[in-house]
């Protein structure tokens, strides 16, 4: 299975929010939400050159990570009181449990 431009760009577009948010948690005192963020952002990244090792569900399990960790943003913003962000990461763990369940779909169709 073959890693397209298409796939590229999807798994560094779900890196970017989780790398932007990291170092804004661990600085509000969420640590482990904080390096959870940065974690699966570089695992996001580090899946494009080493893609061709892992198993055909790799995206699907890339945005159920993605989903639950902007979840747990949204958690950690909302009780630091927060106005807007914890609906935009509702919002965007959200739009990641659907592109999990396209890149799921997507591997169930027979070729």
Do not use: C
């Amino acid at each position: 299975m073959e890693l397209t431009k298409k796939d590229q760009i999807q798994l560094v577009l779900g890196a970017l929010p989780l790398l932007l948010a990291g170092p804004d948690l661990i600085a509000n005192g969420n640590l482990a939400v904080g390096v959870a963020s940065l974690s699966l952002g570089i695992l996001n990244l580090l899946a494009i050159p080493m893609y061709a090792r892992f198993k055909r569900h790799t995206h699907t399990w890339l945005n159920l990570g993605n989903s639950l960790v902007a979840f747990l943003t949204a958690y950690s913003y909302y009780t630091d009181d927060k106005e807007g962000l914890p609906y935009v990461w509702v919002v965007a763990g959200l739009l990641y449990l659907f592109a999990a369940y396209k890149s799921y779909s997507k591997t169930q169709t027979p070729s």
